[in-house]
């Protein structure tokens, strides 16, 4: 039985579901009959916002970890492609997309048609050769029905301007995106592509290499969905702790349903700052960047402290009727060091650490 969808038979089981979302670093799993993939495929596409479209995504971009937990380049966490602006020219921008905190910039067209100007752009970087990049291009938009083509409205433009910006593989599902302001009425399938590679070929079009100062301006949102994410979190680590029949009682319906199904939000809420260190006189230290739940009852209430990046803290109402819970406990994930811990193991490594530091001087992290 599915310790979220309890009152479905039809359900069927797969890899196990991480305590911490992969995305985050989390390594840990449940056993695998504990989470069903019907939740999993239902909950997923919240996850994926959270992950993608929070503001949690400005940390991820800058800190990592990047797809399924990697830290490789190539799997780098990155925002959604947007237009970044030039800093030298506040009517210049550029197709491109932030990636460790860094911009990254797409080869684009831009065309203005009551300037009647357009220009192709890409940016200066050593060893690569421009010509090939511009036929690279014009190659690609030649042939209208082979893209993907994104469009994305941004009332920054001046309604007579547009860009079109292309590379593969920087997204899932597009490799064209298509920039206009919402009261431009030009549709992306409208474009005069064949006649647009032909005077890139020509040298009929302005080509500038880009290198300078520039502003991203991204927009990312809050949904209270994603508290539901939150509790989820603090729900697997309850179940990795207590087990599959401790989960099913009746008294954690509450949260459950709310979890799986969604509903008025009567369960989680924002905290300030990160979850407070049990004691800090003992230099006890969170792991830099690192990911904590702590599951703390007071009497028959169980409370649930989800803390992502040790910033984002969400406090959650577990149960308000759980019998012998026990001691408070906690799961610490700290993803740059590829490592987990329980709460009391990784306090009495910290302790230990702090009498080696009292006795050499150096604190190991």
Same mark, same amino acid.
């Given at each position: ?223 209270? +969905?994603?508290?539901?994410? /939150? ?12 087990? %599959? @029949? !401790?989960? *099913? ?70 149960? +308000?009727?759980?019998?012998? /819970? ?12 590829? %490592? @987990? !811990?329980? *709460? ?22």
């Amino acid at each position: 039985m599915c310790i979220y969808y309890t009152k479905r038979t039809d359900l069927t089981y797969g890899a196990g579901e991480h305590i911490i979302s992969a995305g985050l670093g989390g390594i840990k799993k449940l056993p695998v009959d504990m989470v069903s993939q019907e939740f999993n495929n239902d909950i997923s596409k919240y996850e994926r916002w959270l992950l993608k479209n929070s503001i949690l995504n400005a940390t991820r971009q800058i800190i990592g970890p990047g797809s399924r937990g990697k830290m490789a380049e190539r799997y780098e966490s990155k925002s959604d492609i947007h237009l970044i602006e030039n800093l030298d020219d506040n009517e210049d921008m550029t197709v491109g997309y932030i990636q460790k905190g860094k911009p990254r910039s797409l080869t684009a067209l831009s065309y203005d048609s009551q300037r009647q100007t357009c220009s192709f752009n890409t940016r200066n970087y050593d060893g690569v050769d421009v010509n090939a990049v511009i036929d690279a291009f014009a190659s690609a938009i030649e042939c209208p029905s082979d893209l993907h083509i994104k469009t994305i409205l941004d009332d920054r433009l001046p309604i007579s301007k547009i860009y079109l910006g292309h590379q593969k593989g920087v997204d899932s599902r597009y490799d064209t995106f298509f920039f206009k302001h919402s009261g431009n009425s030009l549709e992306a399938s409208s474009l005069p592509f064949v006649a647009l590679a032909d005077a890139l070929r020509n040298g009929q079009l302005d080509s500038q290499e880009k290198d300078h100062k520039v502003r991203s301006h991204q927009t990312l949102n809050w949904r209270e +969905e994603y508290f539901r994410i /939150f509790a989820k979190y603090c729900f697997n680590y309850l179940a990795q702790k207590k087990g %599959k @029949e !401790f989960m *099913l009682q009746v008294c954690f319906d509450p949260v459950r349903e709310w979890i799986a199904n969604g509903g008025a939000n009567k369960f989680a809420s924002f905290i300030e700052g990160g979850i407070p260190v049990p004691n800090d006189d003992l230099g006890i230290r969170w792991p830099k960047y690192g990911h904590i739940i702590l599951l703390i009852p007071h009497g028959d209430v169980l409370y649930g402290f989800c803390s992502l990046y040790n910033g984002y803290t969400v406090k959650v109402l577990l149960s +308000e009727s759980v019998k012998d /819970f026990g001691a408070s406990d906690g799961f610490i994930c700290d993803w740059l060091e590829k %490592k @987990e !811990f329980e *709460l009391q193991h990784y306090l009495a490594i910290q302790a230990s650490q702090f009498v080696s530091h009292r006795q050499t001087g150096k604190l190991e992290r």
